[in-house]
């Protein structure tokens, strides 16, 4: 008899109606690949909850097993780089959107979307960084590589009690800045302090229309919330600073004028992590296991049950998750 696992499924109808459901599926089920992966933790990440909620047309094949980051270890490998027993991350590359995902006990991939676990971390931990992790450590290096320092003057992180932003937050603490944490959660501002924020704001200071330009108040930027805050953020970020720009939680709009650009050098650098080459998502990791605190990390993580992840997609799209989900197969 053939080995059987769950999966998570999303389905639409002729009217293009989703539904959600735990089925049970056998490896003949999957869609094709040369690795086979036992997967032992996956998360929650704002882009799974559009894809479970159908809230954002993230899913473009139907059926779809939703889930975009899991870790685990390798059962078969036609690959040249992977071997039975190897552990293994998977991060985007379509997988949860037009390939079957993270969400079931079994996925088989591309050998070539593949990186190795860092030994430093577990699979779990893996997934407590999951896409939003390695977002926040692909910003923060954005910002490096624009030439701008801690001795420039603060950063402001937007998102600041959400996954991108919570992992910011603590990577750019030990990095040495002056953290500002723009949050629409007042309660959580111990939690932000905590793993390292400096200043906590409210995201109203932000998120409404603002002036082209206004006092500089920050060297640099990680953005997860586009629109007037990413708006905002450039207008009042200081000369020959740079942002970066990775998500859209707020809205994909962004109401800006060019001021920030021509009178004062600013730079904004777009992040995307579903396509990142190789290279840059393996100095990425290279990164993480060397600057995130890793008690930092289990403060900002929750674990959850494979049983809970679709209501976890409910709350992060209503902005109610705090830090990162794991959820341990
Ligand atoms: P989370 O839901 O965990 O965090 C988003 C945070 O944004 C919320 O916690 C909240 O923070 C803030 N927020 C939510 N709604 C609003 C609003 N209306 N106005 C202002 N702020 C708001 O999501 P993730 O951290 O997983 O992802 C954040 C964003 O980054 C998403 O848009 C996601 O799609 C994008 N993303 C992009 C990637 C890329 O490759 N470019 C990769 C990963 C994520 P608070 O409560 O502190 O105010």
Known sequence: MSETFRAILISRDADKRQSVETVTMTPGDLMDGDVDIAVEATTVNYKDGLAITGKAPVVRRWPMIPGVDLAGTVISSTHADWRAGDKVVLNGWGVGEVHYGAYAGRARVSGDWLVPLPEVF???????????GYTAMM???????AGVTPADGPVIVTGAAGGVGSVAVALLAKLGWHVVASTGRAEEASYLKD??????IDRAELSA?????????????????????????????????AVACCGLAQGMDLPASVAPFILRGVSLVGIDSVMAPKPRRLAAWCRLAEDLDRERLAALTTEIGFDDIVAAAHRIVDGKVRGRLVVTM
């Open 139 to 145: 910003s923060v290096m954005a910002i490096e590589a």
């Open 195 to 200: 793993l390292g924020a400096a200043e906590v």
């Open 209 to 241: 229309p603002g002036k082209p330009l206004g006092k500089e108040r920050w060297a640099a930027g990680i953005d997860a919330v586009g629109s007037h805050t990413l708006a905002n953020v450039l207008a009042q970020t200081r000369y020959h600073g």
């Open 122 to 132: 577990s699979a779990g931990e893996a997934m407590a960084i999951g896409t939003a």
